[in-house]
């Protein structure tokens, strides 16, 4: 049996979604994967990549315990909550992010590593609710997630044009129950192929 752990923030925890527990997309793609894979939600509510962050996900326990799990396949879906201008520093998002990726390549499983540039955030009544900001996300989280995932030789989920408009998201960032499937389809995609 494969192990995939899906690491991220609120998006991948399942935040604002009724029965997350069935309906996050971790779950969903549980269901997709099948019985010859174990998926296992690592999310935490506004995690960031950077280690001096609000909310750093590396001070988190399931980062951890994602570690300890020595996954086969691991999803990192993180940078959403990097884009607050508190949290923003292009330099420190890049070298902090790059580490979390070697702590799970050092791992005795040699997992595969699949870098998940994240959905669009999209304003609501034209402000950035929560504190992400659009543009930030565009100009600097997305490519730095590619430009890492093209030096390291990595597999990579470009999320960018997954949702055109917020209407699988009430708050312009977390995706429902429908954006969860979507966004579920898509990393299975990004697995399988």
């Known amino acids: 049996m494969k192990r995939v752990a899906c690491i991220g923030d609120s998006i991948t925890w399942g935040f604002t979604i009724v029965n997350r527990r069935k309906y996050s997309y971790p779950s969903v793609l549980q269901e997709k994967l099948g019985p010859d894979y174990e998926v296992r939600n690592y999310g935490y509510n506004d995690a960031s990549a950077r280690f001096d962050a609000d909310t750093p996900y590396v001070r988190k326990s399931v980062y951890r315990e994602s570690l300890d799990w020595n ?14 201008s508190h949290n923003w520093d292009p330099a ?3 070298k902090d992010y790059s580490k979390i990726v070697e702590s799970y390549q050092q791992l005795p499983s040699h997992p595969r590593i699949v870098l998940v540039a994240p959905i669009r955030i999209f304003l609501r009544m034209n402000i950035p609710l929560l504190g992400v900001i659009p543009l930030t996300m565009e100009e600097g989280v997305r490519p730095a997630i590619r430009e890492i995932a093209e030096e390291k030789i990595l597999s990579l989920i470009d999320l960018k044009d997954l949702f055109t408009d917020s209407t699988y998201m009430m708050d312009g960032v977390h995706p ?13 995609k990004g697995i399988k192929w």
């Open 92 to 94: 420190i998002f890049r």
């Open 71 to 84: 996954p086969d396949i691991v999803v990192l879906m993180l940078g959403t909550n990097d884009t607050k």
């Open 176 to 188: 429902q129950r429908e954006g969860a499937k979507m966004l579920a389809e898509a990393i299975y």
